[in-house]
């Protein structure tokens, strides 16, 4: 059939489907290097992520150095401290037994950065979109996450910073933007649901809530694609033993 000319074979994407399902924010890591050659092929991953007009606006900033990462550590502390005063008494003590970083355990640190202008200022495919390039970087990052989830490399997103300080410690240019700080390394394990589910802190909302057709006011449950998106029966095919 024409529809499954294009198909990858069932056991390739049955390993995609596997990465993405057991893709986790990680915060505790083992001390093991990581060899270059796997990090690479990680890198190269990330490369090959969409961008629009092919602008390819990411760089990677690879962070060994014990003393910066000390000094991004306490930029971390500060921000924490804020973030923790925006909820309640309860939530507040609760978030702040949560650990949310990984910044010296880790292995290494790496800094994916946004060029806008890599090119010039016209992009083929930007014209009210301001942020086009922005979005672009972030597919650059989910490319990395899932190859380093394939590596067995666990990956967390630090986003409780503050970008002047990244520039400061890490010395980026004012042109270049820090889209995210991340901690990767070996983990400890891959735990079954994410953390912050796992600790009653939010849930996965349902798939089928999130839907709307046609139109935004158009979020009808009752079609078929709704209910089959709340259906196991769509993964036999891919996980037959399940």
Same mark, same amino acid.
């Given at each position: 059939?024409?529809?499954?000319?294009?198909?990858?074979?069932i =056991?390739?994407?049955?390993?995609?489907?596997?990465?993405?399902?057991?893709?986790?924010?990680?915060?505790?890591f083992?001390?093991?290097?990581? !060899?270059? /050659? %796997?990090?690479?092929?990680?890198l190269?991953?990330?490369?090959?992520?969409?961008? %629009?007009g092919?602008?390819? !606006?990411w760089?990677?900033?690879?962070?060994?150095?014990?003393d910066?990462?000390?000094? $991004?550590?306490?930029?971390?502390?500060?921000?924490?401290?804020?973030?923790?005063?925006?909820?309640?008494?309860a939530?507040?003590?609760?978030?702040?037994?949560l650990?949310? =970083?990984?910044i010296l355990?880790? !292995?290494?640190? @790496?800094?994916?950065?946004?060029?806008?202008?890599r090119?010039?200022?016209?992009?083929?495919?930007?014209?009210?979109?301001?942020?086009?390039?922005?979005?672009s970087t972030? @597919?650059?990052?989910q490319?990395?996450?899932?190859?380093?989830?394939?590596e067995?490399?666990?990956?967390?997103?630090?986003?409780?910073?503050?970008?002047?300080?990244?520039?400061?410690?890490f010395?980026?240019p004012?042109? $270049?933007?820090?889209?995210?700080?991340?901690? $990767?390394?070996?983990?400890?394990?891959?735990p079954?649901?994410?953390?912050l /589910?796992?600790?009653?802190?939010?849930?996965?909302?349902? !798939?089928?809530?999130?839907?709307?057709?046609?139109?935004? #006011?158009? =979020?009808?449950?009752?079609?078929?694609?709704?209910?089959?998106? =709340?259906?196991?029966?769509?993964?036999? #095919?891919?996980?037959?033993?399940?």
């Amino acid at each position: 059939m024409a529809s499954e000319a294009n198909c990858l074979p069932i =056991e390739l994407r049955r390993g995609f489907y596997e990465t993405v399902f057991r893709r986790r924010d990680i915060r505790r890591f083992l001390p093991d290097p990581i !060899p270059d /050659e %796997v990090l690479a092929r990680v890198l190269v991953a990330a490369h090959h992520a969409g961008s %629009v007009g092919f602008t390819q !606006p990411w760089n990677f900033l690879i962070v060994k150095d014990l003393d910066r990462r000390q000094r $991004i550590k306490r930029v971390f502390e500060e921000e924490r401290v804020i973030n923790a005063a925006q909820f309640d008494s309860a939530r507040r003590a609760e978030f702040l037994t949560l650990k949310l =970083e990984g910044i010296l355990e880790a !292995p290494l640190n @790496l800094i994916v950065t946004c060029e806008r202008e890599r090119f010039g200022p016209g992009v083929l495919g930007k014209t009210a979109l301001d942020e086009v390039e922005v979005y672009s970087t972030c @597919l650059a990052v989910q490319n990395l996450w899932l190859a380093a989830r394939a590596e067995g490399l666990g990956v967390g997103w630090v986003s409780i910073l503050r970008n002047e300080a990244i520039r400061d410690i890490f010395q980026v240019p004012e042109a $270049i933007l820090p889209v995210a700080y991340l901690c $990767i390394g070996y983990a400890e394990d891959f735990p079954q649901r994410p953390m912050l /589910e796992q600790v009653g802190w939010a849930k996965r909302l349902s !798939p089928r809530a999130l839907l709307r057709f046609d139109s935004w #006011e158009n =979020e009808s449950h009752d079609g078929k694609l709704a209910r089959l998106v =709340e259906d196991a029966s769509i993964w036999r #095919e891919i996980f037959p033993s399940e």
